[in-house]
């Protein structure tokens, strides 16, 4: 059986900041079932580092500008013939609510930012061991609460990241599927060609190559080298098919 194995590579820092984001929040979707302090630290670490994130750059206005960007890509969609209109339609409507949603949100973060606990948890996360039992009381005493009070405040403070998360994953999703799979083979282990006005690069790899991608790039031009992950004894071939999406 065949493994293939993906790879994204952002072409400019809005998507690098984005693509984290996606990251981290789906770590936290995957940790909110908080039930002891491994479990905890997961899902508060998470919680840190994206508000780490949250507090670079314009992040709403970025998303809003994408979700109108987005909006006028579809509509040059309208004039082409045996489009699906209602799905174009349908997909601008969920564009024009989220923007809507957005805008209307608090700070983003703002929620998670001011809850005394995940302040108190993320002071601490920079010192080895700084979580434990004696140097966070308060975090021990909510360990023991009833798993229903910490399902409900977690809940919380995730229906606050919600406009933020929704947003991000539709424009995610529209700018992974503008761009399709098409093989392409590489040289002694280099490949480059033109990106321009592309976003991200999505790369396919099959598990028994044992070969990793590295990228360089921007907006206009991109290069891709490929290397063996065992550096002393794998061997790159002269020639090397892979898939490529440029999107």
Known sequence: MTT?????YPLNEK?????RIEFLLAQLVA???????????????????LLD????????TDIVKELDRQQQ?????????????SRIDGLRQDLKSRATALM?????????REDRLISLVRQRLSIPGGCCSFDLPTLH??????????????????????????ALMLILDLIRQSGSFRNHTSLNGFFQDNAEGADLLRLQLQLEDSLYPQVSGHKSRYAIRFMPLDSERGEVPARLDFDLACC
Do not use: C, Y
């Open 31 to 49: 940790s909110q079932q908080i039930t002891d302090h491994l479990s905890a630290l997961t899902f508060f670490r998470n919680a840190a580092e």
């Open 15 to 19: 998507m690098r900041t984005w693509l």
């Open 4 to 8: 293939t194995v993906l790879f994204e």
């Open 53 to 60: 994130v949250f507090e670079r750059g314009e992040l709403r």
């Open 73 to 85: 890509k579809l509509q040059q969609w309208t004039d082409v013939p045996g489009v699906d209109l």
């Open 104 to 112: 209307a949100a608090p700070r983003i973060g703002q929620q998670l």
């Open 141 to 166: 005493i909510w360990l023991h609460v009833d798993q229903q009070v910490r399902d409900e405040q977690v809940a919380r403070w995730m229906t606050s990241l919600a406009p933020i998360r929704e």
